[in-house]
């Protein structure tokens, strides 16, 4: 059997003073760096009028669907990406692909391709999921919505996202 020991507080410790005056110094230090420190090495950005412009070659942001140089979806409709996510914010209904191109064949295609972005949690998965490279995450990070509908996105959105070099 383990014995407790009782800890006799004084009564400085009881009222919590000195802790509480030890938390506002450190508020009050950080208040006066930032305060003193010039605009241009603070981190914060001011953002509508200042972007941050050296994003990492790492950040996840808004998903894009590849094409090929004639236009055709790269997604053959597999399903790997809806598979892999875990918040399960694809998705996606085949079809047969009749007039499929011989230079890219593939038999099946996505009819509906949809990616909820208020689910989505931007991990990556889906692209690595992906046998065509057809879905990438691009490095586009304004992604601001006025409603819960215009934060599905659809085939046509997910094509027109910018690429990472601005086209």
């Not at 990406?81 to 047969?96: G, H, K, R």
């Not at 972005?117 to 046998?131: K, M, Q, S, V």
């Not at 990438?136 to 910018?162: C, M, P, Q, W």
Request: glycine share 6%; aromatic share 12%.
């Amino acid at each position: 059997m383990a014995l407790k020991k009782e800890v006799k507080l004084k009564w400085w410790d009881k009222i919590y003073l000195p802790a509480v005056l030890k938390g506002m110094g450190i508020t009050i230090s950080h208040f006066f760096k930032t305060l003193f420190t010039p605009p241009s090495k603070r981190y914060t950005i001011e953002y509508p009028d200042r972007r941050k412009e050296d994003i990492p070659e790492w950040y996840r942001g808004l998903h894009r669907l590849n094409t090929y140089p004639d236009g055709t979806l790269k997604c053959v409709a597999c399903y790997c990406c809806a598979t892999a996510c875990p918040a399960d914010a694809i998705y996606i209904e085949a079809e047969d692909l009749e007039d499929f191109d011989k230079e890219y064949p593939k038999e099946k295609g996505p009819k509906v391709f949809q990616i909820d972005l208020h689910r989505c949690i931007y991990c990556g998965f889906c692209e690595e999921a992906c046998p065509k490279d057809a879905i990438v995450l691009t490095n586009h990070y304004e992604i601001v919505h006025t409603s819960r509908e215009a934060g599905i996105f659809g085939i046509e959105d997910l094509i027109k996202t910018k690429r990472e070099g601005g086209e």
